[in-house]
């Protein structure tokens, strides 16, 4: 029922308005889009953790940039210290263009162009928020993975100083800063993560020809270097 | 000293730097000196990286001409009406207030290699230990009969970006209807391997909508260029029946221009042209000749380094050095420049030096949303910087990888900008 409700809002938008997501969307629905859109970086459930991203757990109504021990991006704290508080309305705005609303913010994901997607994701994450001890089971905590690093190589423990001069390469395109616009931010992701990602890239798992291209010819050793460097740079 | 065009802006130029910074000699107090010429993609990141990274051991001069550098890349965008020439633009304050670069805006007309001093045309004597050429292009005098540089607000190269852009894109705007833009496209190897194809594709975006019946003609005297395969493609897909490109083998590479009656000739035929986009053969900046370190055009370095083949203690970076197979781009001076910072940093305190590796992408648009790139590692070899792998866009890619690729385009630009700039 509820996407018939919402379709005409859309429709509307296409117009030149930005619709707003709708209480009352559907969970399941946004459960999926949560694993497609969010899960690679975000957990969310019982025993959700910071990954590249902060876990979700109660972000309704609560405080901007309070998890702790997450980094989050200047232009974040900044929001934060101005009183901006995560309300069905405002994680709509940000779902929908993250960068128009926060405008440096680490977070790289283009947005959710679709209010009606944004109901449903946003009736998801809500599960989490109402009360901690109706948190449901067996929730998506596990980050999405798209491959799988072995146990050695995650265990190498990565020199910082190499990274840094390895990370010159990486800052033609990618912000030391984390800002990112077209080309997303690499900073503070946990090493493992990093690591993943580009074992992904060097076995031509995940696709992109410059960045198959780089990890192609970086080392285990470099790799984990590299992760060091940005899982702990300033 | 010839009192030139170039002698003279320069004189001009220090006397304001004469004012704003009186006292940059004897600044090292004992401290290791670099000096860098030339404040683009290669000397604003060597610069930056070794103040960054020596936390204040290593004193470094930039000496760069302009207060507002404005970047040769993304300056065809400008052409195409995608870039405003205020967001190609950057100032040194950061490498100064934030690094403690002394930044002098001056002219480097002089290199005493014996003595070890750059002087400038503002008077100035500047010791150094290391010193870093970082010059870009110049054109070779006599390339193209008929044009030279005194001729070049009657017939734009615009490749070194500024109001030559602005300047070649108010000659476009205001052609005839039906009026013809002409290119004389440059011979191997100038800045920017596919620059002079990007910006006929962005130049034909424009006409598209201001003077649809206008005509596009290259004169090439290259048998390939970069990118060919894609370019032609979306030339056929955007902008058919506009582009005529007339190669070596029907007289492209034998070319004559006539700044007073606006005519090109090719291969003996004379054309009126409206806009008319010399872009001569290339040399290195002049500053490497000056300094005596030039074989030919360029300045041959050693790949690992890039320190000058002909004297260890000058360093060359960009477009200004011959190198082996990295094509001349920002990306790829960018990329030299932290080698070379690396390396200098290690020889005057002592650091670490890591073994050399290089990268470079050159991302170009065709038409709106229509991005294409090509991207290569290198490695450095006794001889060169020598080739690893590398890969291209594929013709018929679908919309979204082009869209994609445009984005990923304004994101490298911010990147870069910022590793440059700070």
């Known amino acids: ?234 | 000293m010839k009192l030139n065009r170039r002698a003279f802006i320069g004189t001009a130029a220090a006397g304001a730097a004469t004012l704003s910074a009186p006292t940059v000699m004897g600044q090292g107090n004992g401290r290791p000196r670099v000096v860098v010429v030339g404040g683009g993609a290669g000397g604003a990141t060597a610069a930056r990286y070794i103040a960054k990274d020596s936390n204040g051991e290593i004193d470094v001069t930039l000496i760069e001409p302009t207060r507002h550098y404005y970047t040769c890349f993304f300056s065809n965008l400008y052409l195409g009406g995608f870039r405003e020439m205020d967001s190609l633009g950057h100032s040194y304050g950061g490498l100064a207030g934030d690094y403690g670069i002394n930044v002098l805006h001056d002219w480097a007309t002089g290199v005493d290699r014996d003595a070890k001093t750059v002087s400038t045309a503002g008077g100035y004597t500047l010791p150094y230990d290391r010193l870093i050429l970082s010059p870009g292009i110049d054109f070779v005098d006599g390339a193209v009969p008929g044009w030279d540089i005194s001729v070049q607000d009657r017939m734009p190269h615009a490749y070194k970006a500024g109001s030559q852009t602005e300047l070649l894109k108010a000659q476009i705007e205001a052609m005839p209807e039906g009026g013809t833009y002409a290119m004389v496209a440059p011979p191997n190897p100038f800045r920017c391997p596919p620059g002079p194809y990007e910006r006929v594709s962005m130049v034909a975006h424009l006409l598209k909508q201001i003077n649809p019946t206008a005509k596009i003609l290259i004169a090439d005297p290259k048998q390939n260029f970069s990118k060919q395969a894609l370019f032609e493609e979306g030339w056929n897909r955007h902008y058919a029946g506009m582009i005529e490109r007339i190669g070596p083998d029907f007289g492209g590479g034998n070319v004559e221009v006539d700044p007073e009656a606006m005519t090109l000739s090719i291969d003996g035929a004379v054309e009126n042209v409206d806009a008319c986009n010399v872009i001569p053969a290339m040399k290195a900046g002049r500053i490497a000749d000056i300094a005596g370190i030039t074989e030919g055009n360029w300045a041959p370095v050693n790949a690992a380094d890039l320190s000058s083949k002909m004297d260890e203690n000058i360093h060359v970076l960009g477009d200004a050095c011959a190198q082996g197979d990295m094509p001349k781009s920002g990306f790829s001076a960018n990329s030299q420049a932290k080698v070379c910072a690396n390396a200098v940093r290690g020889a005057l305190t002592g650091t670490t030096v890591f073994p050399a590796r290089f990268a470079n992408t050159c991302w170009s648009l065709i038409d709106t949303d229509d991005g294409v790139k090509v991207g290569a590692t290198y490695e450095a070899t006794e001889e060169k910087i020598a080739k690893v792998d590398g890969f291209i866009s594929e013709t018929g890619e679908s919309a979204d990888v082009r869209a994609a690729t445009y984005q990923e385009s304004i994101g490298w630009y911010d990147g870069i900008t910022t590793d440059m700039f700070g």
């Open chain 1, 1 to 234: 029922m509820m996407r018939r409700v919402v379709f005409p809002v859309l429709l509307i938008a296409g117009l030149g308005g930005s619709a707003a997501a709708q209480v009352g969307g559907d969970p399941e629905r946004g459960e999926e889009l949560f694993r497609s859109d969010c899960a690679s970086c975000h957990q969310v459930g019982q025993g959700a953790r910071n990954r590249v991203g902060p876990h979700l757990n109660g972000i309704f109504d609560r405080q901007a940039g309070q998890v702790e021990g997450f980094r989050y991006s200047e232009d974040m704290m900044l929001r934060a210290s101005a009183g901006l508080k995560w309300t069905f309305e405002t994680l709509d705005k940000y779902i929908e263009n993250p960068r128009v609303f926060v405008s440096r913010t680490r977070m790289n994901y283009a947005g959710m162009e679709s209010a009606e997607d944004r109901s449903d994701l946003l009736a998801y994450l809500r599960q989490f928020s109402a009360d901690p001890a109706d948190i449901p089971e067996a929730a998506p905590t596990a980050a999405a993975v798209d491959h799988d690093v072995a146990p050695e190589i995650l265990a190498i423990v990565g020199d910082p100083a190499y990274g840094e001069y390895l990370s010159t390469e990486c800052t033609s395109c990618h912000q030391e800063s984390g800002a990112a616009n077209g080309i997303p931010s690499i900073t503070n992701w946990p090493a493992d993560v990093f690591v993943t990602a580009m074992h992904a890239y060097k076995d031509g798992v995940r696709e992109h020809n410059v960045m198959e291209m780089m990890a192609s010819r970086l080392s285990n050793e470099e790799i984990a270097a590299l992760a060091a460097y940005f899982e702990n740079i300033e």
